[in-house]
């Protein structure tokens, strides 16, 4: 069982900055994809970014040039750093891994950017 655990959220005023960790259990991170996604009140969960376990990372237009997605597989840690955040930006922050067809999800951490 995989089990993901963030942190890093909290509150900033816009034009600021956040770095977002989420640490997962167990041997299968380094094959693994992981990609962080985010859902605000009233909207679907869509995808930030993500990494290959090859280190190929995609985002969303709306982060792209803002955000930066990494990994680190001797920690079996995935980072999301944040900057120029903007208000548009404030949704509960999920971390995933995926291993063939199969997600894992942490259990969120919020994010909220003050105008």
């Known amino acids: 069982q995989v089990q993901l655990v963030e942190s890093g959220g909290g509150l900033v005023q816009a034009g600021g900055s956040l770095r977002l960790s989420c640490q997962a259990s167990?041997?299968?991170?380094?094959?693994?994809?992981m990609g962080w996604y985010r859902q605000a009140p009233g909207k679907q969960r869509e995808l930030v970014a993500a990494?290959?376990?090859?280190?190929?990372?995609n985002y969303a237009d709306s982060v792209k040039g803002r955000f930066s997605i990494s990994r680190d597989n001797a920690k079996n840690t995935v980072y999301l750093q944040m900057n120029s955040l903007k208000p548009e930006d404030t949704a509960v922050y999920y971390c995933?891994?995926?291993?063939?067809?199969?997600?894992?999800w942490g259990q969120g951490t919020q994010v909220t950017v003050s105008s």
């Open positions: 995933n891994l995926r291993v063939a067809v199969i997600d894992y």
């Open positions: 990494i290959t376990s090859g280190g190929i990372t």
């Open positions: 167990g041997s299968i991170f380094r094959i693994s994809r």
